[in-house]
């Protein structure tokens, strides 16, 4: 659901292109970019750098990502930015549901299970950070940390069914 949706926008510096993922394997992935079609295939990465071969021709972007979660890429002399357009990708998102004194609160994306949690009351967490797993629809569900935080409270524990007015967890923003 929210972070395996097969459909998504994305902005590279002022320009937004939809992107749908039609087919993917282990190293092909099949998209359609603003109707287009485009193959990609895998060849290398690493945590600076992505190499495909888009069939006429072979890219090397290295890539690196900011604490706001812009990302900044570098082909041939041109860097560009690019982030991920949809509603899915902003910390707002995850509070959606919340009111305004409820600010930082995290909910569940979809009915399910938590099945993992990685995190304590009093922790300290980066942006990217896994802060528990919901199983919903045989799918696990990644709840990420989209700012620096700080873990208030943690409302759930492994093994409890949740819905999407469940509150999983409480973060305070930190700098």
Do not use: C
């Amino acid at each position: 659901f929210w972070r395996h949706t097969m459909r998504f926008a994305i902005g590279i510096d002022d320009r937004e292109f939809q992107v749908e993922v039609m087919h993917f394997d282990s190293q092909q992935l099949h998209l359609l970019v603003d109707g287009k079609e485009m193959q990609l295939q895998l060849i290398d990465s690493d945590s600076k750098s992505i190499t495909v071969d888009l069939g006429e021709q072979v890219m090397q972007v290295f890539v690196s990502e900011d604490e706001a979660g812009q990302i900044f890429g570098s082909f041939e002399g041109h860097d560009f930015s690019f982030r991920r357009m949809d509603l899915l990708s902003s910390y707002d998102s995850h509070e959606s549901i919340a009111s305004a004194d409820e600010a930082g609160s995290l909910f569940a994306p979809m009915p399910g299970k938590v099945i993992k949690v990685n995190v304590k009351a009093g922790e300290t967490v980066k942006r990217g950070t896994v802060l528990l797993v919901v199983e919903a629809m045989k799918m696990e569900n990644n709840i990420v940390a989209q700012t620096p935080s700080l873990v208030e409270e943690i409302k759930v524990k492994a093994g409890d069914m949740v819905d999407t007015k469940t509150q999983l967890i409480h973060l305070k923003e930190i700098d």
